[in-house]
């Protein structure tokens, strides 16, 4: 299976400088998010981006100096030089965020602006 169907909903977006993996908000898992809606939480490209945070700090502290988070309000987005970079992150990024409760986890744990 091609990589752009195992990480759907994101996408990849691929440059002439950079490879992105992006997310519209509300477009996955946002039942989850709602949960917690009292704290602030509306499931934004920023939410994702601290979600995203939680894993990478997790799991992965090396891929902190090849990818780069860059959110807006409106969608998630991840991206970096380094193409093999921000393919590995994708796939571990989605299949941690499939599993709901890892999310759930992940979420309680991310600092939310």
């Known amino acids: 299976m091609a990589l752009d169907e195992q990480i759907k909903p994101f996408k990849l977006v691929r440059g002439a400088i950079s490879t992105s993996v992006i997310l519209g908000a509300g477009e996955w898992q946002q039942a989850v998010y709602d949960e917690r809606a009292d704290d602030g939480c509306q499931g934004s490209g920023d939410d994702w981006a601290s979600v995203a945070q939680v894993f990478l700090d997790?799991?992965?502290?090396a891929w902190q100096d090849d990818i780069e988070l860059?959110?807006?309000?409106?969608?998630?987005?991840?991206?970096?030089?380094?193409?093999e970079s921000i393919a590995a992150f994708a796939?571990?990024?989605?299949?941690?965020?499939?599993?709901?409760?890892r999310l759930r986890d992940m979420l309680s744990r991310a600092e939310l602006d």
């Open 70 to 83: 860059d959110p807006e309000s409106g969608m998630f987005c991840a991206h970096s030089s380094k193409p």
């Open 58 to 61: 997790d799991t992965q502290p």
């Open 91 to 101: 796939l571990a990024f989605h299949a941690a965020c499939a599993d709901t409760a």
